[in-house]
């Protein structure tokens, strides 16, 4: 029991990180390098859509 609450945190965690990373790059505050940086945030947000369904059909105990 207590080691699935941490697995969905852990997933929780990296689903949000990904997701913040990938917007933080597709915006590209610094204006560098737009080309990597648009395709390096859309590969982030695929990434992080792979996690997207275990985050929401996971139910609070």
């Known amino acids: 029991m ?3 609450n941490i697995q969905k ?3 929780v965690l990296l689903y949000g990180g990904l997701t913040l990373l990938s917007f933080t790059v597709l915006i590209n ?3 560098v ?3 990597a940086n648009l ?3 859309m590969f ?3 990434w992080s859509s792979y996690w997207i369904l ?3 059909q996971s ?3």
């Open 9 to 11: 945190f852990v997933l």
């Open 54 to 56: 275990t985050v929401l």
């Open 59 to 61: 139910k609070p105990d």
């Open 33 to 35: 390098n737009r080309k």
């Open 2 to 4: 207590q080691l699935e």
């Open 44 to 46: 982030l947000l695929l």
């Open 29 to 31: 505050p610094m204006r």
């Open 39 to 41: 395709f390096f945030g």
